[in-house]
């Protein structure tokens, strides 16, 4: 079945170090996005990217990296640099770019946890 | 950007309709408005999106207003199950691509 798949879904970070989210669409989908959400909060965007080889800073980039180097992979690194990193972090994906009409679908998100 | 304001919570009766109501005053011409829900520890869910017209699928119906200027998803049964925070989104503009903003939402409460 066609559809996003976040791993882990449960992870602990120790401070100081960087940890990797996986993200991997096999909708053939253009355009991928990372959410962070807090307890109780909306959704906040990290980092999106149109195509392969591009992505653009969200709202709240600062500490985390990604890279798209292949269409259906989209990983995030959560890095020693942010500095309240617990959340649920949730992926996502949209057919293509440029359209408002199309939907977007979401992967099941991921826990971190920094002890 | 077009934003949206969405009551911070309501209840609803088991069986009978949910009407949740959302006010996009800023939406511009070319915006859709969407429907998604999210229940605890869940990637959001999409429900149902419209640009004008009143919609309708197999989860919900929307009904948008004539000025585009507010709408309202209905879910015609309420069960347990739709107990959830539901987002009303706008999408932004051509210039920042298809990102979704997310407000706070509102939190659904179906009761027995």
């Known amino acids: 079945d066609g559809g996003i798949t976040q791993s882990p879904k449960y992870l602990f970070r120790k401070e100081g170090q960087n940890v990797t989210l996986s993200c991997e669409q096999n909708l053939n989908h253009d355009a991928m996005y990372w959410y962070r959400q807090d307890p109780g909060q909306g959704l906040r965007l990290i980092y999106y990217s149109q195509i392969v080889n591009d992505f653009q800073k969200g709202d709240i980039a600062e500490g985390y990296s990604v890279s798209r180097e292949k269409k259906e992979s989209f990983p995030l690194t959560v890095t020693s640099a942010q500095k309240n990193p617990t959340a649920f972090y949730l992926c996502?994906?949209?057919?293509?770019?440029?359209?408002?009409?199309?939907?977007?679908?979401f992967g099941e998100g991921s826990w971190l946890t920094v002890v | 950007d077009a934003k949206t304001t969405q009551p911070t919570s309501m209840d609803c009766a088991e069986g009978r309709a949910a009407n949740l109501p959302c006010n996009h005053s800023t939406i511009s011409g070319n915006e859709y408005v969407y429907w998604y829900r999210q229940i605890h520890s869940q990637g959001p869910q999409y429900i149902i999106h419209?640009?004008?017209n009143n919609e309708t699928n197999e989860m919900a119906s929307l009904i948008i207003t004539e000025d585009r200027k507010s709408s309202t998803l209905i879910l015609p049964h309420a069960t347990l199950r739709d107990t959830a925070v539901y987002y009303c989104?706008?999408?932004?503009?051509?210039?920042?691509?298809?990102?979704?903003?997310f407000g706070g939402g509102t939190r659904l409460m179906v009761k027995p």
């Open positions: 989104i706008v999408r932004v503009g051509d210039n920042a691509g298809n990102m979704l903003t």
């Open positions: 996502a994906s949209n057919p293509s770019w440029g359209f408002s009409g199309n939907t977007i679908y």
């Open positions: 419209g640009l004008k």
